[in-house]
């Protein structure tokens, strides 16, 4: 596979527009600029300086940003300088008040030392932070006035909100810098990994530290003069990533092994490589978010270089005009390109390669990495190492398969290499809904398996109960014997072998369930019909899983007030007739898991079915949806309606019948298929 990204050594991945934009447009007025007409001696920004050399077309009013470029050059370069030379102890008495709003001024006096050391890898990161986090605190702002917050940087600053509170000239200059790609648009170009480390000049983000400061202090009096309060909105916590973690943590003798890859590696381009090197210092330095901001750039520059050499666009390679769209995640994970043809990258790379990006990048359920970090919606310091590690493991992986087969054999030799590729080989999608789907069935059945350890108490054993609705019981108990026996002989042959002499006894049900949810299911590029079916069944194990915890509860709580004697007779006989339900709900609710995890594993049946026997196949699942509703709503403690539950559950068992008997159920449908090919 390295072969295929053998070619000349790419120079630049920004067009020559773009390029001439970032790296030449703002150095050709060679005038010197007074810092005392952009900053006071107390650090006020002068604002009318910068909004000055804002520069519009005549026609609509709209911006030159080529000639605004041009003329903030100077402006720029004095405060490059000034902040270079400023004493980090004035620059925080003087900019850390100013820079409260953002939420992170704790990242401003780092970016400082950034600025001072003149790394260009650290420069192109302190952009990117700090691109997110204004972005996040914009958003705030926005709130204060709007409602609905754009999700993208470019509409956020094109907002009426924004201007009300800080002027449009003021919101000019931002998108000159950052929010339109016919200017600098120093956000995208970085964060979607075009800029190499030495195309970003270090006085655009000594500009950007001075403008977030003067946007606080205009802030401050927008703020005073209205009296709002500015909130925060709070981070969101990566949950979804302990689900995640399939590689161990990468070891020092792996992380030997991979600064040695990094060399050889033609899907790193040579430009990039300090973004690599910088990568691991960032890990082993416990800076996981800095490590993980650089990962996700650089492995969007290699996939788009794979995208474009085995897609034979060798152009998509390099930035987009204004005219035209990046090539992106979005673009180089999806199943077509935009004309319709058939993207080579995912059968370039593999499924277990592209479950995992779209685990971490695009699966709504799944952390979302490269969004979360690039619009600020994650604590930095709080990023888990593990997110980290479980990218750079896959990061290896994916070095490994462009390097020579030599060095590749010499890598194989070390056991802790060999382990990381054949887990990343193995990997399956966590964040699938298919894959949600299966973790709640087993999550309802751990629910419903705890019943039993819910005894009545002694008294309750010899209490009478009259025998009102024990007929519907004892049908439903029927029904439901009859209907699990026919689910049991649909399921695969290696689950259901054992126990072809018999029907499957009730105690053996949990084992089945557990062994369906075992089945591989494809998930890559899942149909529309798929993912509508697929809602539909999580939404009915939801209400299953929330019966089942209803019920606990309510048995909990009635057991505690009849020990203690304090429940009255009517309450008595409810409690009893809740011990009688319960011992056809729970097969009931095993009945509709067996039921959802079979049709699961032949979801992509569906596909088989005409428009008419979809919408009829979907109005079923429906009505086990409503079911499962309203035995929910009859399942709360403050309702304990246990005899409309049996009748709800008999008729719901009638219906479940005479689908099944038409035959319509994918797993039916699978059957069909099989004896087809027989």
């Known amino acids: 596979m390295w072969e295929i990204l053998i070619g000349e050594p790419i120079a630049t991945c920004l067009s020559p527009s773009v390029y001439d934009m970032i790296c030449k447009l703002g150095f050709e007025v060679r005038e010197n600029c007074d810092i005392s007409s952009i900053v006071t001696q107390n650090g006020e920004v002068c604002w009318k300086k910068i909004t000055d050399c804002m520069v519009y077309t005549e026609s609509a009013q709209g911006l030159d940003h080529r000639e605004s470029v041009r003329l903030l050059g100077p402006v720029c370069q004095a405060v490059h300088l000034y902040l270079s030379s ?49 972005e996040r605190a914009l958003g705030d702002v926005y709130l204060l006035i709007g409602k609905d917050c754009p999700f993208l940087l470019r509409d956020l600053l094109a907002s009426e909100e924004l201007a009300q509170v800080f002027g449009q000239p003021v919101m000019d200059v931002l998108k000159v810098f950052v929010g339109s790609p016919r200017g600098l648009n120093l956000r995208n170009v970085l964060w979607h990994g075009f800029a190499a480390p030495q195309e970003v000049p270090p006085k655009y983000c000594a500009m950007m530290v001075l403008l977030t400061a003067g946007l606080g202090q205009l802030l401050k009096g927008f703020l005073r003069q209205t009296n709002f309060t500015l909130a925060h909105r709070p981070f969101v916590t990566l949950t979804s990533v302990e689900d995640l973690i399939v590689f161990p943590d990468v070891t020092s003798e792996v992380l030997s092994v991979l600064e040695e890859v990094m060399k050889k590696s033609t899907f790193i381009l040579k430009i990039m490589l300090p973004y690599w090197e910088v990568a691991l210092t960032k890990l082993k330095s416990h800076r996981f978010a800095d490590c993980a901001i650089l990962l996700l750039v650089q492995l969007e520059t290699g996939l788009r270089k794979a995208f474009a050499e085995v897609n034979g666009c060798p152009k998509r390679l390099l930035t987009a005009e204004s005219t035209a769209l990046y090539t992106t995640f979005d673009e180089m994970l999806a199943e077509h390109l935009g004309d319709g043809e058939i993207n080579q990258l995912p059968l370039f790379l593999g499924e277990p390669a592209m479950e995992f990006l779209w685990d971490f990048l695009n699966h709504q359920e799944g952390p979302r990495l490269r969004d979360r970090l690039s619009h600020g919606e994650v604590s930095l310091p709080e990023f888990p190492k593990e997110a980290a590690s479980q990218l ?58 705890a019943w039993p350890l819910l005894p009545l108490p002694e008294e ?154 979809y919408q009829q196949y979907l109005r079923f699942l429906k009505c086990i949806l409503q079911y499962t509703e309203n035995v929910a709503a009859c399942t709360r403690q403050d309702r304990n309606k246990w005899d409309d539950a049996v009748r709800l559950t008999h008729a719901a068992l009638l219906k479940i019948r005479t689908f099944f008997e038409k035959k319509q159920m994918l797993m039916h449908l699978a059957e069909k298929s099989t004896s087809k090919v027989v």
């Open 86 to 134: 400023l004493p980090k102890g004035q620059f925080e008495v003087q900019y850390t008040p100013a820079l409260q709003w953002t939420g992170v001024p704790e990242l401003f006096p780092e970016i400082l030392d950034t600025l001072r050391s003149l790394e260009s890898p650290s420069i192109s990161l302190s952009l990117m932070k700090l691109t997110s986090c204004l």
């Open 392 to 449: 750079l493991a896959f990061s290896f992986v994916l070095l490994l398969r462009f390097i020579d087969g030599d060095l590749l054999a010499v890598c194989k030799e070390k056991a802790a290499v060999r382990s990381l590729i054949n887990l990343a080989a193995t990997y399956v999608s966590r964040c699938h809904p298919a894959s949600q789907l299966k973790k709640q069935v087993l999550s309802c059945e751990g629910s419903i398996g």
């Open 460 to 613: 309750a054993e010899r209490e009478p109960v009259r025998p009102e609705g024990d007929s519907e019981t004892d049908a439903c108990s029927s029904l439901i014997t009859e209907i699990v026996a026919e689910l049991c002989c649909h399921a695969p042959q290696t689950h259901r072998a054992a126990h072809l002499s018999g029907p499957l006894p009730p105690e053996q049900w949990p084992r089945l369930l557990h062994a369906l949810c075992s089945t591989p299911v494809r998930t890559l590029f899942c149909p529309r019909a798929v993912l509508e079916v697929l809602a539909v069944l999580r939404r009915v194990t939801a209400h299953c899983r929330l019966v089942g915890g209803q019920v606990a509860a309510c048995v909990e709580l009635r057991r505690r007030q009849w020990e203690d004697r304090s429940l009255r007779s009517r309450q008595r006989r409810n409690y009893l007739r809740l011990a009688r339900s319960m011992k056809f709900l729970s097969p009931m609710l095993y009945l509709i898991l067996l039921l959802i995890v079979l049709e699961l594993i032949n979801i992509h049946m569906v596909l088989g079915k005409n428009a008419s026997e």
